[in-house]
């Protein structure tokens, strides 16, 4: 299993509904109520770089390059078309499906509604976490498989990158839309024009001041310690204005890590995404299931369980899987190895949940049936890929990928 689900897991299973209900007196004295700020603040600091390290794995020139039909070895690569047929339906349908099934949801199970819950950002909120495909996560399954370089690897990564981009500017619009009211309309286009204006001075501006930044002769005497110092605090400035702006601070995070060049993005990568993901991000798991109530007995946890799963895996067969046969004339294991993938859900909804759940869109029991299905979801990503692998005797190769 990849290790956020083992994270994900040890965190609920320490949180108050199971370690605390089975012993009371010890979970009381292991994690005081009035002794949990520390604790906190660990879990702000590994979201806040987790979410910077997401924003440094969009690549947007995979967006729109054109890719040769042929790797080396004869083996069809992604072309361009494929891309954009793929990436918008493995988004669009899977997500419609989660909609769909969290108007019912609303409707038949008024225990689901958050405290300040109202009917289109419940909706939206769980149509997202549906629809979301975690690069981070894929990333590393893909390393773990040997099909990072494949064209199933090429197809999936260009696809969450594209995810992902579209999954932070869905975001800002309902979290900022929850903020106002569903009867206010006003100030969520304020706060989006703001957005968007801060956007374009990150991408037009600060980018190419920072590219030309690191081209200095200043920048290379510059000790790396001290060149990471400045990038993290680039890093709270940039989470710091869209919280001020109205936007969640996370938003802010993942634009500064697209934004920053490639020198950097390396650097970060290689020396700060494995010491955040194994000893920071664990906090931030650990304090979201202290925070998190919920009893597995209620059934309505389970059938939002069983319902989201269902929508996830079925609308990435039929988004990804069915458009790569039916259209392109993939090989069934190539079309449902990369539906597979893109079902991998992993630390990114679980982002996306809690800040549903901290804005008291969903309920507690929402938030328990969502989580156990984005674990579900990302620890079957890998059996999955493997059981469809072999239904074909022939063996997807890792070719040498040409620049």
Partial sequence: APLVVLQIGVGFLLGPSLFGRADPNRFASL????????????AFYGVLLFVCLTGTHLDASQLVRQREPRTDDGAARPLLHEFWATAILSLLVPMVLGI???ALLWSQLPSLHGPSATRLPFLFALGIATGVTALPVLSAILIESNHIDTPVGQLVIANATFHDGILWILLAILLTYADAGSGQI????????????????????MQPVLVRLVRTVWWATVPEVARLAL???GLLLSAWVTESIGVHYLIGAVLYGAILPG????VLISQVEPVVVALLLPFFFVSAGLHTRFDLAEPAVWIVFVTMTVMKLGGQFVGTTLPLRLLFGRPWPFA?????????SGIVEIVVLGLAYEQGILSGTAYAGMILSALAATAATKPLVAAFGRLSAVRIHNPTIRP
């Fill in 336 to 344: 449902l190895q990369s539906g597979a993938y893109m079902a991998c």
């Fill in 31 to 42: 994690f005081p109520s009035d002794g949990t700020l520390p604790l906190e603040g660990l």
């Fill in 100 to 102: 769909v099934a969290a």
């Fill in 263 to 266: 020198s950097i993005k390396k």
């Fill in 231 to 233: 990038v993290m605090v």
């Fill in 186 to 205: 006003q100030q969520p286009l304020v706060v989006l024009l703001q957005l968007a204006l801060y956007l374009s001075f990150m991408l037009f501006v």
